[in-house]
C-alpha cells in the first residue's frame, strides 16, 4: 500500500469518505513581488506558482499603465477602466459581437464546456475588478501582434482618440489576449479556482499564457467540430499543469503541485472534466501518469452475469470500505478503486474503465414515484457485491433480458462502472420507475440483455 494511505488524507465525503492521496498545503506565491513590466523587455510572468487569481493580478499591470494616460473620463462618461474591464468581459462571453470563441451548444458535452466557459469567464471578470494598488510603469512599451481580439465601438473610439497614445492598444491587446487564453487553460477543471499553474524560467518559453496557444488550438478545434471527449480535456491539462508528461492513455496524472483525476471520482458532477486535488497520491513518483488499465475495451475478456445461487454467499451488513490505489510499473501507473466489504472480500476495480463507464452510461431524470410499471422483458435483480465479487474476470456482459442491480452507495456505482461492459448501462435512483429508466437505453441485441444500475439504499 502506498505511504500516501497512511497519513493525513484527502477524503471525499459523498463517496464514504473515499481517500485520496496524501493531503498536502501546496503554496502559490505567484510572481513573488517581482515586477511583469520591464523596460526593454517583453512583459511576461516571472517563474513561480500562481492560482488563476495571483494570474490576474499579475496582468494588472499592464491594465494599470493602459489606465494611466488614458487618465479620468469626461463628466458623464464611464471611466475608462470601466469601459476596458466592460470589454474584456465581452471578449470572454461567448454571445457577444466580441466573442473570443463560440461554442455550438448542439450536444451535452459541448454544452458542458460553454457553461464551463461563461462560468470561468465572470470569475476573471470579478478577479479582474477586485484588483487594487497595483505598481506599473508608465513608461512601458511592448509589442503584442494582433490577436483578433474586438472592441467595442464606444472602446475603439477611446483607445485610437486623441486621450490614447500609438502604443496603448499594444498594451492593452496584450491584457485582452492574457486573460483569454488564461480562460480557456483552465477549460478542462471543475474547480478552476484552485488549479495550482506552474511557470517556468525556460529560455525559449511565450510569455505569460502564451506558452497555451497551440493546446489551446487544438483543443478548441476539437470542440468546434467533435464531441468533446476526457482525452482532450486531460490531454489539455496536462500541456498546462504538465507539458514533459505523455497524455498517452491517460486518466489523470500527478504534477508537482498537485494531481488531477476526473472530476466524478473526487466529488464533482462532470464525467468529462476533470478535478484538481491537493494531494500527493503516488508518493512513489513525484509525478506521474495514470494510464487507462484498457487502452482498447472491445477486446477485453469477458465474463457472465454471476448465477443468484452466488449472490448470497457470504453477505454480512456492516461499512463498506473504500480506497483508491496506485498500482503497476513506474512508467505505467494505474489507480485502483478497491471496495472492501465487512467480511473481508475486496473487489478491485481499474478507474479508467469505471472513468469510461461512468461517461457513457445514461442517467434518465424523473419524477418520483412507486406505482407499478408494466415490464415486458423478463427482470432478474442482483446485488452490487454479487457483480464485483462473483463475476470472474474480465467485463460482464449481461445474458438476456434486464438485469437490475442494487447499488447502495455512489462508490458501488462507481466499481460498477468499471466492471460492466460499458455499453447501454442506465443509472437510476431507487425511486425512478423501471420503465423509464428503460426507455432510457435502447433496446439490446437479441442474445444481449441489459444492465440497470440502481443506486440507493
Known sequence: MSPALVEKQVEIPEL????????????????????????????????????????????????????????????????????????????????????????????PSRVELATQAIKIGKKLIEYAKDVSDVSYDPGYVVRSPCEGHLLKPHVAGLMFGPRSLRHLMQIYNEYLHQMVLLRDALLPFENFEEVIIPITEEPRRKIGMRHTEDARSVFLAEAMTKQITQRSTIKAAQSLLAPHLSPVNSIGFQYKSGTVLPAYIAGGKSGRLLKY???????????????????????????????????????????????????????????????????????????????????????????????????????????????????????????????????????????????????????????????????????????IGRFIIEVGK
Do not use: C
Open 16 to 107: 464514504g469518505n473515499l481517500p485520496i492521496g496524501r493531503a498536502k498545503d501546496f503554496k502559490p506565491k505567484g510572481s513573488n513581488g517581482k515586477p511583469t513590466l520591464i523596460k526593454g523587455k517583453p512583459w511576461g510572468l516571472p517563474a513561480g506558482t500562481y492560482t488563476p487569481r495571483q494570474i490576474v493580478e499579475a496582468n494588472a499591470p499592464l491594465l494599470e499603465t493602459v489606465l494611466h494616460h488614458l487618465g479620468p473620463s469626461p463628466f458623464g462618461e464611464p471611466s475608462a477602466r470601466d469601459q476596458l474591464i466592460d470589454n474584456l468581459a465581452s471578449n470572454l462571453a461567448l454571445n457577444t459581437r466580441e466573442s473570443s470563441i463560440a461554442i455550438p451548444a448542439n450536444d
Open 277 to 447: 486535488i491537493p494531494a500527493v497520491v503516488d508518493d512513489s513518483n513525484e509525478e506521474v501518469v495514470f494510464h487507462n488499465n484498457l487502452l482498447d475495451y472491445y477486446i477485453a475478456p469477458r465474463s457472465d452475469v454471476p448465477s443468484a445461487d452466488k449472490e448470497a454467499a457470504g453477505e454480512k451488513s456492516g461499512e463498506l470500505g473504500v480506497t483508491l490505489v496506485p498500482e503497476g510499473e513506474a512508467n505505467d501507473r494505474t489507480l485502483a478503486i478497491v471496495l472492501e466489504y465487512p467480511d473481508g472480500a475486496q473487489s478491485k476495480v481499474d478507474l479508467g474503465q469505471s472513468a469510461r463507464g461512468y461517461r457513457y452510461a445514461h442517467f434518465p431524470r424523473g419524477k418520483n414515484s412507486t406505482g407499478a410499471v408494466n415490464v415486458s422483458e423478463d427482470v432478474q435483480v442482483h446485488s452490487a457485491r454479487s457483480l464485483l465479487l462473483e463475476s470472474g474476470p474480465g467485463l460482464v456482459m449481461p445474458t438476456k433480458g434486464v438485469h437490475v442491480v442494487q447499488a447502495e452507495t455512489k462508490i458501488e456505482l462507481f466499481a460498477l462502472l468499471g466492471k460492466i461492459y460499458p455499453d447501454n448501462v442506465v443509472v437510476k435512483e431507487k425511486a425512478l420507475p423501471l420503465g423509464v429508466a428503460l426507455n432510457a437505453g435502447v433496446e439490446g441485441l437479441p442474445d
